[in-house]
């Protein structure tokens, strides 16, 4: 995958070092030529750039990133200003970084769903999660155990749980099932939101665009969402 990620922070930085380690393409950008020295030998390439500027950000391959994360956070202006941009040129898929409540409740407006927390998700949980397909967020439990939440596997959508093999196949439980459902803002902006639908039975139906809560170990649940 190709990733853009905007800010070399304490938190950008180990982000986008964890995403080349990964094997992803990474570019790296920062207004600061110290960072961008500093991070050119870890990060696939690195460049010095103002993003909350649209003429410094218009000469991005933004187009060519499957996901822009915005991990600016020393100015909320500057990363509220760099996401409006990112939302401006298109990007396919942009994470917001809020520091505040009244920047998360900015950045909603705006109509970014994906946001970042750097104070309470590591960017090793968040490099995990934006690079394996059907993975929405994990809680470890040990270093082999976790619980995680996962889109509905295409190959299973519409069957009652008792039909799949997810059990006895990949030794995984089924803990509950979140339905998405839409809201909208304050600005009239759809936003999506997690529903949960209680514990999971042997006759619960697998609904597409629903997600999954399961338990189980780390290498299996990397096998189901091979």
């Given at each position: 995958m190709n990733?853009?990620?905007v800010g070399l922070g304490n938190f950008g930085a180990a982000l986008a070092v964890r995403l080349?380690?990964?094997?992803?393409?990474v570019i790296?950008?920062?207004?600061?030529?110290?960072?961008?020295?500093m991070l050119k030998n870890d990060i696939t390439h690195t460049i010095c750039a103002n993003c909350a500027d649209i003429h410094s950000a218009k000469?991005?391959?933004?187009?060519?990133?499957?996901?822009?994360?915005?991990?600016i956070g020393e100015h909320e202006?500057?990363?509220?200003?760099?996401t409006a941009i990112m939302k401006q040129l298109n990007a396919k898929r942009i994470i917001g970084r809020a520091v505040s409540e009244t920047q998360e409740t900015v950045l909603n407006a705006m109509g970014i769903d994906e946001i970042v927390h750097p104070e309470q998700d590591s960017a090793e949980k968040l490099a995990k999660s934006i690079t394996t397909e059907g993975l929405i967020d994990s809680f470890e439990l040990s270093d082999e155990y976790s619980i995680v939440k996962v889109d509905v596997p295409e190959r299973y959508e519409g069957m009652i749980l008792n039909e799949t093999d997810?059990?006895?196949g990949y030794n995984i439980t089924v803990l509950a099932m979140i339905s998405k459902a839409?809201?909208?803002?304050?600005?009239?902006?759809k936003q999506s939101r997690m529903e949960v639908?209680?514990?999971?039975?042997?006759?619960?139906?697998l609904s597409k665009d629903a997600i999954m809560v399961i338990f189980g170990n780390v290498m299996d649940i990397e096998k189901f969402l091979e």
């Open positions: 990733f853009l990620v080349t380690q990964l094997g992803h393409e790296g950008v920062d207004s600061s030529m110290s960072k961008v020295e000469e991005l391959p933004v187009k060519d990133a499957d996901v822009v994360i915005i991990s202006g500057n990363s509220i200003m760099a997810i059990r006895s839409y809201k909208r803002n304050f600005l009239g902006i639908k209680g514990i999971a039975k042997a006759d619960t139906v």
